[in-house]
């Protein structure tokens, strides 16, 4: 069973904006700090934003004020909205869910399958 199912991905113009949406099972978003990541081929997967069960946001320096992380609670689902897109924005989102602190070592990390998001110039 797909415990995370990453979507909304597509091609936009510079300037234009995405909503990713990852749906999540219950049992991993009632427990997990939830986040969106992004990975350019050859390049290492780098955190983008993410959010814990109380809402408390972190966003790379890169996105601050174009992109907004949000949990939607009836609906299992973290939303990530982009805003004023630009070509170095361009790559494949991969939604992921992360233990709560202190059980990074009994309970597993989980991935969605990635989410290509082109933004031409």
């Known amino acids: 069973q797909e415990q995370l199912a990453d979507s909304g991905g597509g091609s936009v113009q510079a300037g234009g904006s995405l909503r990713l949406v990852c749906e999540a099972s219950?049992?991993?978003?009632?427990?997990?700090?939830m986040g969106w990541y992004r990975q350019i081929p050859g390049k290492q997967r780098e955190l983008v934003a993410s959010?814990?069960?109380?809402?408390?946001?972190h966003y790379a320096e890169s996105v601050k004020g174009r992109f907004t992380i949000s949990r939607e609670d009836a609906w299992n689902t973290v939303y990530l909205h982009m805003n004023s897109l630009k070509f170095e924005d361009t790559a494949v989102y991969f939604c992921?869910?992360?233990?709560?602190?202190?059980?990074?070592?009994?309970?597993?990390?989980?991935w969605g399958n990635g989410t290509p998001v082109t933004v031409s110039q």
């Open positions: 992921n869910a992360k233990p709560p602190t202190g059980w990074e070592r009994r309970l597993p990390e989980y």
């Open positions: 219950r049992s991993i978003y009632s427990s997990y700090t």
């Open positions: 959010i814990t069960l109380d809402r408390a946001t």
